[in-house]
């Protein structure tokens, strides 16, 4: 099963970018890479999802590297309502009990 | 408006008690998912559902009965639990069970077990 590792914490400033990396070292060819942003006492919500190269839409953009061994989540000008747990997830297309959260990335905004 | 509503918000429950939790999804899909999120740890997959069939168990105690009555409704039945079983419970939904399509999720409820 793909496991993934993501830094604890991290701390911004209002208007900076923002890049969390996501390892998962051990993904496999069918398995997509997706982002949720989850705030306190509220379910996550789905960011970005890709499978290679670059990903954007209007809130993030999705950095995966060839070998598709980590990935990087890219939040452009960051606010204080950023200020949540940013997870990465790792699953596999066609599956059903492959959907493995990590612990999560806290990211605290300070203006 | 996430389109998932799930009732009650908030529960205390004795570890005598029967209690459920309801979980209605507004979107036309055809997957529904149990989540558990305990203080400081990952979420935890528990049951999934498609199309009203349970496709998948992880493992989860028997004092945790899931019901799927139809696409839309999707039950927690709680008995016997334990102080450990307090966190906050999950539902999501999603219009494929692959892990390609993104899941919508409610905004949970908070269990506390006396």
């Known amino acids: 099963l793909a496991k993934t590792t993501q830094p604890i914490s991290m701390d911004s400033y209002e208007g900076q970018e923002v890049n969390i990396t996501c390892s998962h070292n051990?993904?496999?060819?069918?398995?997509?890479i997706t982002w949720y942003q989850q705030f306190p006492s509220q379910g996550p919500r789905f960011i970005i999802q890709?499978?290679?190269t670059k990903v954007t839409n209007e809130v993030a953009s999705l950095f995966i590297p060839a070998d598709r061994k980590s990935s990087t989540l890219s939040l452009p000008r960051v606010s204080l309502s950023d200020t949540a747990v940013y997870y990465c997830?790792?699953?596999?297309?066609?599956?059903?009990?492959?959907?493995?959260f990590g612990t999560g990335t806290l990211l605290a905004v300070q203006p | 408006e996430t389109g998932v509503t799930q009732t009650p918000r908030h529960l205390v429950m004795g570890m005598t008690n029967k209690k459920s939790l309801k979980c209605e999804q507004h979107l036309g899909h055809n997957a529904m998912y149990w989540y558990k999120q305990s203080a400081k740890k990952p979420l935890e997959l528990m049951f999934v559902?498609?199309?009203?069939?349970?496709?998948e168990n992880n493992s989860v105690p028997s004092r945790f009965s899931p019901e799927c009555p139809n696409s839309s409704h999707l039950f927690l039945h709680l008995h016997t639990l334990q102080p450990e079983d307090s966190a906050l419970y999950l539902c999501?939904?999603?219009?494929?069970?692959?892990?390609?399509?993104?899941?919508?999720f409610g905004p949970g409820t908070r269990l506390t077990v006396t």
């Open positions: 999501a939904s999603s219009q494929v069970t692959s892990g390609r399509g993104e899941q919508y």
């Open positions: 051990n993904i496999a060819t069918n398995d997509y």
């Open positions: 890709g499978y290679k």
């Open positions: 559902y498609s199309l009203e069939e349970r496709v």
């Open positions: 997830l790792v699953a596999i297309y066609g599956a059903t009990n492959k959907l493995i």
